[in-house]
């Protein structure tokens, strides 16, 4: 049974969760019929590339009565996994295509939850209303760490977290990255390696401390960030 690998990573993880992950594959199988939400189909494969690939955060953080915001959400991962997983965190997932909102609205209400909401906006506008406004900010496999930082550093709270989630690329994009972190006033503070079952691949995960204010000038418009990243 593909939840068998969720019992593994979390063995606190509850029957209801289960059902509520069992739900969530269900209505991603349906609306990736007529909407490009991943290229992932099989059940095994979903339950390991995207769900365990989410709760593996939790071996990291500590997602209890934080505040979540998931830049470039997509179909929900990892914010939507968060919210479900830890219902004390308030989880916001940042994604700007509106069709995937509407898939997000769609998985918040089936499985009923009250700790999400969902921004159909691109972080770089969503900072210039809710600057420093969050504890945690998570992102998988949506830009360059040195166009993340960018994006996130002005939504955190002093102190607050960067989660970064990267593949076998995470450390060189790191080393790169070395202007943007000062530029920003972040400090990498931590870096996890992770191999999803069955040979699924890496997973690195970069954890990043906002180490204070960050420059009222960023984040830029995301066609200056694209064509001249920190």
Known sequence: ????????????????????LEEYFGLLSEWSKVMNLTAIFEKEEVYIKHFYDSILLFKTT??????????????????????????????TLLEPIQKKARFLQAVKEKLGLENVRIIAERAEDFAKT???????????AVAHLAILLELSMPLLKDKGLLLAMKGAQGKT???????????????AIE????????????????????????????????????????
């Open 1 to 20: 049974m593909p939840s068998s690998y969720l019992k593994e990573i979390y063995p606190s993880i509850t029957e209801e969760q289960l059902l509520k």
């Open 62 to 91: 500590d997602f209890r009565n934080q505040t979540v915001c998931d830049i470039g959400s997509g179909a929900g991962f990892p914010g939507m996994v968060i919210a479900l997983m830890e219902p004390t965190a308030a989880v």
């Open 130 to 140: 809710y600057r420093s406004g969050f504890s945690i900010v998570s992102s998988r």
């Open 173 to 187: 994009e790191l080393t790169e990255a070395k202007n943007a972190l000062l530029e920003t006033n972040a400090k």
């Open 191 to 230: 870096t996890n390696d992770f191999t999803l079952p069955k040979d699924y691949g890496k997973r690195t995960i970069i954890k990043i401390k906002k180490m204070g204010p960050t420059p009222a000038k960023y984040p830029r418009s995301f066609a200056q960030i694209k064509k001249k990243p920190l």
